[in-house]
């Protein structure tokens, strides 16, 4: 059995610097490290080696330093790697660097690759399906556990993926692509003497003349996304602190505090942006539509499908032209009023018994038909597990440019899309434009508005044929949903109410729960909380986990360390509550309250309820 992994070497996003004289991110000084993400991978790699037999070949693209990454891996336990090392590789996007990987690959035969879910510099997530597609693999993304099944004909891989409402066991045979998240493996951490070992394991290096005697499909020419201007969003909090003051008299402060700002009635800037009006059905531009891919959960539309319509129609008014909706699935048109009410103009509709389970190769198969033949001007789809899966692959397929995570879009005076990315934690974004068409993007959820619904607007509803449909490529062996939604409820809440590892075990979760349901908010989790299990991994916020924009967020025993605060950084008004004045969520936080959380919380309790029957 023969194993890839593909890895980056990414600076240590938590100390990047960025100049605002100059408009750039300060790398000088900022040492480098092989992306966690790509860690687990790598270690994954391993044991499947020790317990199949297997060999491990670890890529990456970069230039001469990023071979330090690559020995970092050979001393893990990787046998040999390939280093894809050419100026003519620089400035690549996604898709130019997937391009890169992928004819890399395809110069042998692997049963299995291995990538990141993401990296944590750029944090799109996109490389490993496109890289999937363009081999014609099967993937499973967000893979957290993995068997490799021999019993049938071949060998299998089993694995356990996240999903947005729990996670699903699926199989799949190989050859095949796999994205890792935490779990996957424990880190293996080399000895000295395998550092020196690693030294002497070869490295080929590759250059673009290796791989394409084209060299417009790398770098820059090779890259349909490109970046306009960067600049800082870093939020500017107030930074009060309350110390040294019984937990009554602090709640007491923190509640004035809360009412000065605006936060319970709605005054704080914060729900400024009023639902512009459905109106009236327009009729397509010469631009072609704006294309909404729908996307449902538990039975419902998703909160980000509603906003996505509600922005789209603001970017039709100016260009002339219509928003459509895409449903894809089995028994689909019963969404069909609500799309229209919240702004579809038409409503596309692939539907088949085989498309009832997601299958990213089949609704990849769906959409690129359907995009062909009626060529919109954008696709757009939320920043959820299927969303950041399903773009990339589709990107992959039709060569399209794709941003991924946006947190806006705008037009610029050629009615081109912008699509604002953040990058480097959350800091800065960048403005990304594309010289393909559709444009594609997927959105965060929570930060744009739906539009006011008109529900006297009638339906018009179309069929996508689903002639050419494909066989499932990954099987789901189960699905398994947890009893609560409030992973997926914090995409769109208005409060939250964030936990983090102080509150000392799962016993003391009902008080934190107490406080939520006073607040009508759904509980939020750090990393260390769903490593340890006191939550599911759908509740975790951060880095690794969702990034979330309610109007109030309570950070309740949470140091605040980076990985978590990214997550909050469009969040309104960040209410921390910490025993530790040193807690670095206090430099993250508009008002803090240095205290025993098992005492502040009960005192907050009773003063919203008091506030609550004034």
Not at 498 to 511: A, D, R, Y
Request: glycine residues 8%; hydrophobic residues 45%; negative net charge.
């Amino acid at each position: 059995m023969k194993i890839a992994v593909c890895i980056k070497q990414v600076p240590v996003v938590s100390l990047l610097k960025f100049d605002n004289e100059t408009r750039r991110v300060m790398r000088d000084g900022v040492p480098s490290e092989v992306n966690p993400f790509d860690v687990l991978g790598m270690s994954l790699a391993v044991n499947l080696k020790q317990a199949h037999d297997s060999e491990v070949v670890v890529y990456t693209m970069g230039p001469p330093q990023a071979r330090d990454a690559l020995v970092q891996c050979l001393a893990m336990g990787a046998d040999s790697a390939v280093h894809l090392n050419d100026r003519a590789f620089a400035g690549s996007d996604t898709l130019a660097t997937a391009r890169a990987l992928a004819l890399a690959l395809a110069r042998d035969d692997y049963d299995l690759i291995i990538c990141g879910r993401n990296s944590v510099d750029a944090e799109t997530g996109q490389v490993g399906a496109e890289v999937a597609e363009m081999l014609d693999l099967p993937q499973v993304s967000g893979v957290r556990h993995l068997e490799l099944d021999a019993s049938g004909d071949g060998v299998a891989l089993v694995a356990e993926r996240i999903t947005d409402e729990g996670h699903d066991v699926v199989r799949c045979a190989l050859p095949a692509l796999i994205t890792v998240t935490e779990d996957v493996a424990p880190e293996i951490y080399p000895r000295r003497a395998e550092r020196q070992a690693a030294q002497e394991k070869p490295v080929e290096t590759l250059t673009a003349a290796d791989l394409s005697d084209d060299m417009s499909v790398f770098g820059m020419d090779g890259s349909p996304t490109w970046v306009s201007e960067i600049y800082s969003i870093e939020p500017k909090r107030d930074g009060i602190v309350v110390r040294d003051k019984s937990a009554g008299d602090a709640v007491a402060e923190l509640m004035a505090y809360l009412d000065e700002r605006g936060v319970f009635d709605g005054t704080d800037g914060r729900t400024a942006d009023a639902a512009v009006e459905r109106g009236a059905r327009r009729e397509r531009g010469d631009v072609g539509a704006i294309w909404v891919v729908a996307e449902t959960l538990g039975g419902a539309l998703r909160p980000i499908t509603l906003e996505l319509l509600g922005r789209s129609r603001e970017l039709a008014e100016t260009l002339d032209t219509r928003v459509d909706a895409v449903l894809i699935g089995e028994d689909m048109e019963q969404y069909g009023d609500t799309l229209t009410a919240f702004g579809a103009d038409v409503v596309w509709v692939a539907q088949d018994e085989r498309l009832a389970n997601y299958e990213v190769s089949q609704r990849t198969g769906v959409l690129a038909d359907a995009i062909r033949e009626h060529q919109p001007y954008a696709v757009l789809l939320g920043s959820t597990v299927i969303g950041r899966e399903l773009a990339a692959r589709l990107a992959g397929r039709l060569s399209l440019g794709l941003t991924g995570d946006c947190i806006g879009l705008e037009l610029d005076d050629e009615g081109r899309l912008v699509q604002l990315k953040p990058a480097f934690g959350g800091n800065i974004v960048a403005p990304i434009l594309s010289n393909t068409k559709p444009y594609m993007a997927t959105v965060r959820p929570g930060l744009l508005t739906p539009v006011a619904p008109d529900h006297s607007v009638e339906a018009v509803m179309r069929r996508l044929s689903p002639d050419s449909l494909d066989d499932a490529r990954v099987e789901i062996v189960e699905r398994v949903v947890n009893e609560s939604a409030e992973g997926a409820e914090l995409d769109s809440a208005d409060t939250i109410v964030g936990v983090g590892k102080g509150i000392g075990g799962p016993e003391n979760l009902p008080l934190l729960r107490e406080l939520a349901e006073v607040l009508r908010a759904p509980v939020g989790a750090t990393r260390d909380v769903t490593e340890l299990g006191w939550l599911p991994r759908q509740y975790q916020i951060g880095l690794s986990g969702k990034s979330v924009s309610p109007n109030l967020y309570f950070a309740i025993a949470l140091s605040g360390v980076f990985n978590h605060t990214v997550g909050i950084g469009k969040a309104g008004t960040v209410v921390a509550i910490n025993s530790s004045a040193r807690a670095p969520i206090f430099q993250s936080a508009d008002f803090g309250i240095v205290g025993d959380y098992a005492e502040v919380v009960p005192e907050l309790i009773r003063a919203l309820e008091e506030r609550a029957t004034d």
